[in-house]
């Protein structure tokens, strides 16, 4: 089995069992995370290819921290995952209280995401290794440079953006300390 197979079953097991734990229907998860209930199904089969921001809004729409749905992808291995230029690799995933996920994103020149706002209390930190990214608040979003640290509320939606160059960065997300785990 690929790696990449591997892991979408992963999701899907995990989503399953998150979604019947909080006594969800395949409707109810789906319209909370704004999807569709087929491609909720998909991905519960593991067959889907989430991306970042799905894997994000049904994790907001589980209670759940991101990190819960994507911890132990490579049994044991960091496991990545990609979208428009922007990659995210969870370093370690804490239940709490407060819960914590640490990732580590990497940009590609030009490489855009662009996230949704999460749960009221959630607070990123990044701390940028290399080059510069453009990131915070959608609407006042702040350059951030190596050795630079920026800490922001994440309940609006916000951005992180490599403008010309390759960028890297740690992330670290904080959670309210009664969040579902």
């Not at 229907?25 to 909370?32: D, G, I, M, Y």
Request: charge should be positive; hydrophobic fraction near 35%.
């Amino acid at each position: 089995m690929d790696k990449t197979r591997n892991i979408r079953q992963i999701i899907g097991k995990r989503l399953k069992y998150l979604r019947n734990k909080r006594r969800l229907s395949l409707s109810s998860l789906a319209k909370r995370a704004g999807i569709s209930k087929a491609t909720l199904s998909v991905l519960e089969d593991g067959e889907g290819n989430p991306t970042i921001s799905t894997l994000w809004m049904l994790a907001d729409a589980l209670e759940v921290p991101f990190g819960k749905l994507v911890v132990n992808f490579g049994e044991g291995k960091p496991s990545t995952i990609s979208e428009c230029g922007v990659s995210v690799r969870l370093i370690e995933h804490s239940d709490g209280p407060p819960p914590i996920d640490a990732y580590h994103m990497t940009l590609e020149p030009h490489g855009c995401r662009e996230a949704e706002p999460h749960s009221s209390g959630v607070v990123e930190q990044i701390t940028v290794l290399k080059g510069y990214i453009l990131t915070g608040p959608t609407n006042a979003p702040k350059k951030v440079s190596a050795g630079e640290t920026y800490t922001f509320n994440a309940d609006c939606p916000h951005i992180y953006v490599a403008l010309t160059k390759p960028a890297s960065a740690v992330l670290v997300v904080t959670y309210p300390p009664d969040t579902v785990r």
